[in-house]
């Protein structure tokens, strides 16, 4: 079974620009959530989709956003980069059937200049 | 607010030695992850601890869980080059609600 893709795997922005990053969970996985890692802050949750409703928000400003499709794939949004907005954004999938597991995907390296 | 808290942040150990990585949480929860995560990489899920007593081992990792003292360890035995990662520990207190990591423990282990 295929794993967690995120696309694309790397990408450099410029200050001031928006970027939509894309997640496609493991076949038959519904819940998919968004993390941005940063070695300031470490691993923070951004937010969490089940069934294309957005379950769970964290503590990020609105230039965050996100959306899931009806075949579960997710993407994000970034509006107005900041030079701080410079993560590793990851996502992760969790099946119905054991809500509490999740499987990263290898992530999405974002670099704002 | 749930926080999470680990330690050591950092640990140098040498190959063959034995030690436990510490995660503390501050709200009741019966559910406690263990992740690693390579230089660069993405994390990949070690153990998942669902309820007070849990006990995983895995090679050299084992992993316990004290809900009452809000408390898990991460001991590593007999440590060897390959167990050189980051190791974050994870809590999420009800279904339904977002993780929360703790900020990581980075391994080194030295020939």
Known sequence: KAGVTQTPRYLIKTRGQQVTLSCSPIS?????SWYQQTPGQGLQFLFE????????????????SGRQFSNSRSEMNVSTLELGDSALYLCASSPASQPYEQYFGPGTRLTVT | ELKVEQNPLFLSMQEGKNYTIYCNYSTTSDRLYWYRQDPGKSLES????LSNGAVKQEGRLM????????LSTLHITAAVHDLSATYFCAVRVHYGQNFVFGPGTRLSVLP
């Open chain 1, 49 to 64: 989709y089940f069934s294309e409703t957005q379950r769970n928000k964290g503590n990020f400003p609105g230039r965050f």
């Open chain 2, 46 to 49: 070690l153990f998942v601890l």
């Open chain 1, 28 to 32: 038959g996985h519904r819940s998919v």
């Open chain 2, 63 to 70: 992993a316990s869980l004290d809900t009452k003292a809000r």
